[in-house]
């Protein structure tokens, strides 16, 4: 048996939203990459994130801000800890003789 590290989309959802509230609340616009800098996942997976939470109407993706719903989210996480965005899942690999 071995482990292999999996992203959890739930918990990146998490840190984006804090993320996103943290530097609105600062008047500060964010970068795709610098989010994906930040919660330490690919860009393309914090893009497929973002697209996910515009279509359920917690982000505006052109303008990278939270909307109302989305600031909601976020204030409610303010004091949670979040979960890692990533986790281990064991796999069982085949013995070569």
Sequence with gaps: MSS???????????HVLRH???AQQRGH???LDELAR???????????IISALHA?????????RLTLTGLALAA???DATLRATRTRRRTAEANVA
């Design 4 to 14: 292999s590290t999996v992203l959890d989309p739930k918990a990146i959802a998490a």
């Design 20 to 22: 996103l509230a943290r």
């Design 29 to 31: 616009l964010v970068r």
């Design 38 to 48: 930040d919660v330490r996942v690919r860009k393309e997976d914090v893009r497929g």
């Design 56 to 64: 359920e109407g917690h982000v505006d993706a052109t303008r990278m």
């Design 76 to 78: 409610s996480m303010r």
